[in-house]
């Protein structure tokens, strides 16, 4: 095994506990901490089904944002689905076999990278050319373009113009999977995707201590989970019962 | 036009989204509580020794209290989609009056002392340690904001500044930094029942006062009862009904309305105040304690319903807060809601056809309507989600032949705050009361002139109050503004009312 595929298989043990612990330790702090007031934004849904649809909106149509600014929505939305698209079909470097529907939505996704790419580029834009925008930048919002526009454009190069092994890519993968070191294949060493795959170990570590928390987040958000039914229920906390004593 | 020592802003028939004034209103700040204010309500008279190290355990005691603190400032990704949706940025143009650099006065001081990147990384995640020069801007953006929650409708995780602003708050009170104007009201309520600091004597005085009046005006007997036993309904209203223009007005409406519906009501002498300024300062304490003055009131008089007057965030506690903070409500009449608003109940009343009424007695008045923040953003009426805009529309409209919507995107939900809530009803805050209602005079200004509007009717005390100050610097007349209640007040004829009535009483079998 060479020195990269070794370090890569470290860095991809240890980005995944941090992801995984991280994430999980997050997801426990925000159920474990009590709501004591219903606050949801109104009008609200006046049942858990509604509510149900009202997040379901919120997290596949971006609704307050749409709402909010056509722009943003536009290049926020392209991003977050080109994202998805493409974590969808990459799937199949993580499967064996590969799942029906990713194969046959395979050749068809791999063009949404451009979606990916040119919403991350709009919103680069964005916070930079607006200056209200701009002002409440923090040099890690533009970290995070900068390393998500990284990762895309190193995989769709990658894809479209240089092409790599991917029969290795997925087999050292597979083998990391499952914990198989024997037959371990070298991880392909083109440029290209040494970043690709050098940047994603980034992403993953970064994700849980950073914005990038409110994918778990806008789960949640009080003022959207909540049903809106204060007058037929009582809610009240753990630590507000105490004052009732 | 009224003067001011500052630059009134002007008034577009489009709105614009101002460029950023950096510090643009860093030095407006509302006067600090005094020491005694402070004791009243348990916080330290003054800044404690040692506050930066007290404000972080605090910070830290309210995340593990609060889901919506500790998922609210981790999952902000500065999209910036909420820059421009608050009243106080586009009236000031002070970038720390949009709601994400609001939040991050403290989420910069929560991602230094709470957040991995923060501790290692402060420069490049934006956050700081928390100084004077921090807290400075705490206590003058934190009282720039009126907890409208406008912000949170468009944030596309519902993230809701009042909530930071009232963790900020709670803050700054358990460290001895409080705000005058609240803090000096609460005790008030605490001491005398209610926030206008007036005597159970002066409000019978004024009631009796009430009932001479509408005997006057209508030949019938109206009672405005007070702390009577055994009545039916126990009505909790805003203090400034008592006596303010156009408040009371719509006290003797609600009185109008009782009456004609034949119901046992009362006021109460120690739950004299609807207001509950505890959530202003965020202060669960506080709020809980207001509260249950209403359920001991409730439970001494006997009553089987409550319902609550005209006020925006009084409905917002008492509809969203009031079963948790002070219920169980086994006691009452469980075929009401409780609590119930007064437009609610009139509403209903309206549909039954108990009032007799004559829409052309407001045929004087071109009317549209205020949506209070706290009402439409917080709260609701009826069964219906969207009832708190639709009832009280169609009271109006049952009420009123000229009725006119201002512009949609200032309305319902994405209504703007009159710029006075959320306690910065207080004359030292004058200068960004005044900018924080240019919104809505825009809006208000453009359908004066489209359709000869001549009235804005509200729901709640601090718009009235509010509007009653600001109007005047905008060159329009203080007197524009009326009580929803004032509007039925004026139509309804009561049973037994000598008038000219014979004529126009086919008009409106409606
Ligand atoms: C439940 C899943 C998710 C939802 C509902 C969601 C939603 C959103 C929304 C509404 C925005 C604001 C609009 C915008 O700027 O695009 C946003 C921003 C962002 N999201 Fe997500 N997201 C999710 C998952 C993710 C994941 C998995 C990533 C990263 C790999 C991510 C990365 C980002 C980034 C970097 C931004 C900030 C863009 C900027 O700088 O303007 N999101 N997300
Ligand atoms: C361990 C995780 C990952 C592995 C092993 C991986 C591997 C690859 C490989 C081998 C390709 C080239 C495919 C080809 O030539 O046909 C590729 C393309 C790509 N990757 Fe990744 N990648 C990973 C994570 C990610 C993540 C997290 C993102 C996005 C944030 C991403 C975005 C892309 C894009 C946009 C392309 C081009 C379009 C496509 O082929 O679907 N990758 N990746
Ligand atoms: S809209 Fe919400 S996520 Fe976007 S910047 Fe404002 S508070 Fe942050
Ligand atoms: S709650 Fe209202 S006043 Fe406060 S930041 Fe949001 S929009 Fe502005």
Redesign the pocket.
């Known amino acids: 095994m060479s020195f990269l595929t070794v370090t890569f298989a470290a860095l991809y043990y240890a980005a995944t506990v941090l992801l995984v612990v991280g994430l999980a330790r997050r997801i426990r702090l925000y159920w474990k901490t009590p709501a004591p007031l219903k606050i949801p934004t109104t009008p609200a849904p006046t049942s858990t089904g509604g509510v149900v649809m009202r997040m379901f909106r ?2 596949v149509f ?1 609704e307050s ?1 749409f709402k909010s600014t056509k722009w ?1 929505w536009l ?2 939305w392209l ?2 689905l080109g ?1 998805f698209a493409v974590l969808f079909r990459h799937l199949r470097y993580f499967q064996e076999p590969v799942w029906a529907p990713v194969v046959w939505v395979s050749p068809l996704f791999k063009y949404l990278a451009f979606a990916m790419i040119i919403g991350l580029l709009g ?1 680069l834009a ?2 930079l050319f607006v200056d209200r925008v701009r002002y409440i930048s923090a040099p890690s ?1 533009f970290l ?2 900068f390393l ?1 526009i990284g990762i895309g454009a190193t995989g769709a190069l990658t894809t479209f113009v240089t092409h790599t092994d991917v029969v290795a890519v997925k087999s050292f993968f597979r083998h990391l999977m499952t914990f198989n070191f024997d037959t371990m294949p070298n991880v392909p060493t083109d440029p290209l995707m040494v970043a690709h795959l050098g940047l994603v170990v980034v ?1 993953m570590i970064v ?1 849980p201590i950073s ?2 928390l ?2 778990p987040g ?1 789960f949640f958000s009080p003022t959207r989970n909540q049903v809106d039914n204060p007058r037929e229920q009582r809610h009240i906390a753990d630590w507000a019962r105490k004052l009732e004593q | 036009m009224a003067k001011a020592d500052f630059e009134i802003p002007e008034l577009k028939e489009y709105p614009e989204i101002p460029p950023v004034q950096p510090g643009a209103t860093a030095g407006l700040k509302s006067f600090v509580a005094k020491p005694e204010m402070q004791d009243a309500l348990g916080f330290p008279g003054e800044l404690v020794d040692g506050w930066q190290e007290k404000a972080i355990e605090h910070m830290g005691e309210l995340l593990g209290k609060y889901r919506s603190l500790q998922v609210f400032l981790d999952s902000c ?3 910036g989609a909420c820059t421009d949706k608050c009243h106080y940025y586009l009236g000031t143009s002070d970038p720390k009056n949009m709601p994400v650099a609001r939040q991050d006065l403290l989420r910069k001081v929560y991602r230094r002392y709470f957040t991995f990147a923060g501790k290692y990384f402060p420069k490049l995640v934006g956050a700081t340690d928390l100084n004077k020069e921090v807290l400075d801007d705490w206590y003058s953006y934190f009282h720039q904001c009126s907890q409208c929650r406008r912000c949170s409708v468009f944030c ?1 995780y519902g993230i809701d500044t009042a909530e930071i602003s009232m963790a900020a708050r709670e803050i700054m009170d358990r460290i001895g930094l409080g705000q005058k104007y609240c803090n000096e009201i609460i005790g008030k309520v605490y001491k005398i029942g209610n926030n206008l600091g007036l005597p159970g004597p002066a409000l019978e005085d004024t009631l009796e006062g009430l009932e001479e009046d509408v005997f006057d005006e209508t030949g019938v007997e109206v009672k405005y009862p007070l702390d009577k036993k055994g009545a039916d309904v126990l009505l909790v209203t805003p203090s400034a009904d008592f006596f303010a223009e156009p408040h009371v007005d719509g006290l003797i409406g609600y009185g109008k309305v009782f009456h004609e519906a034949g119901i046992d009501w009362t006021l109460s002498t120690t739950a004299s105040e609807a207001a509950n300024f505890g959530m202003f300062i965020g202060s669960y304490e506080n709020m809980r304690k207001i509260s249950m003055r209403i359920r001991e009131a409730a439970l001494e008089l006997g009553v089987k319903r409550i319902i609550f007057g005209e006020c925006g965030h009084a409905w917002r506690v008492a509809y969203s807060f009031l079963n948790t903070l002070a219920g169980p409500w086994d006691f009452l009449d469980k075929n009401y809601p409780m609590p119930q608003h007064i437009l609610e109940f009139t509403w209903g009343e309206i549909q039954k056809g108990t009032l007799n009424i004559d829409k052309s007695l407001n045929d004087d008045m071109v009317v549209t309507f205020h949506d209070s923040c706290n009402v439409a953003r917080a709260s609701r009426m009826g069964d219906e989600p969207g009832g708190q805009f639709t009832i009280p529309r169609n009271v109006i409209k049952a009420v009123c032949n000229n009725f006119v919507d201002m512009d949609p995107d200032t309305t319902h939900e994405k209504t703007f705050c009159c710029g006075g809530g959320g306690g910065l009803l207080t004359d030292d805050l004058m200068e960004i009361r005044v900018k924080g209602a240019k919104p809505r005079m825009e809006a208000l200004r453009n359908v004066i002139e489209e359709h000869g509007v001549t009235n804005m009717a509200a729901i709640c005390a601090i718009c009235k109050a509010q509007f009653t100050k600001v109007l005047p610097y905008y060159g329009l007349g203080m007197d524009m503004i009326v009580s929803v209640h004032q509007l039925v007040s004026n139509a309804v004829i009561l049973t037994g009312q000598q008038t000219e009535e014979d004529e126009s009483k086919e008009d409106d079998a409606a």
Do not use: Q
């Open positions: 919120e997290v971006f944002l943003t290049f926020g991003f977050h994202l919103l964005r916070r919002d995070m373009l998500l992403l994700f914005k990038l409110h994918a806008v | 990704v500065k999209c596309p």
